[in-house]
Nanobody, 115 residues
Framework: QVQLVESGGGLVQAGGSLRLSCAAS????????MSWYRQTPGNQRELVAS???????NFADSVQGRFTISRDWRTNSVRLQMNSLKSEDTAVYYC?????????WGQGTRVTVSS
């Protein structure tokens, strides 16, 4: 059974940093892609960053150069380091993976950036 558990959200001032973590079980990071999405009220979830099994990363234009994504083999988790945060980064952030053609999502963690 796949389970994704996010942590690390909170309130931060603009220009500050936060690190989100997604603890994964039931999947292997070396085999399955991992992504972070975010969603604001009334909008669809948008892809923020992803890392493939081979380590290839991809970022939304809006976060390029400010966010990084990494994998922690020891804890089987994926981290999203968010720097130079802006008010428009305020959203609920979700961890996501695909296993055997099925999408799996975490419960989400809220990030609020005050200006």
């Amino acid at each position: 059974q796949v389970q994704l558990v996010e942590s690390g959200g909170g309130l931060v001032q603009a220009g500050g940093s936060l690190r989100l973590s997604c603890a994964a079980s039931g999947i292997t990071l070396r085999v399955h892609p991992m992504s972070w999405y975010r969603q604001t009220p009334g909008n669809q979830r948008e892809l923020v960053a992803s890392v493939g099994p081979d380590g290839t990363t991809n970022f939304a234009d809006s976060v390029q150069g400010r966010f990084t994504i990494s994998r922690d083999w020891r804890t089987n988790s994926v981290r999203l380091q968010m720097n130079s945060l802006k008010s428009e980064d305020t959203a609920v952030y979700y961890c996501h993976t695909i296993r055997q053609g099925r999408d799996y999502w975490g419960q989400g963690t809220r990030v609020t950036v005050s200006s």
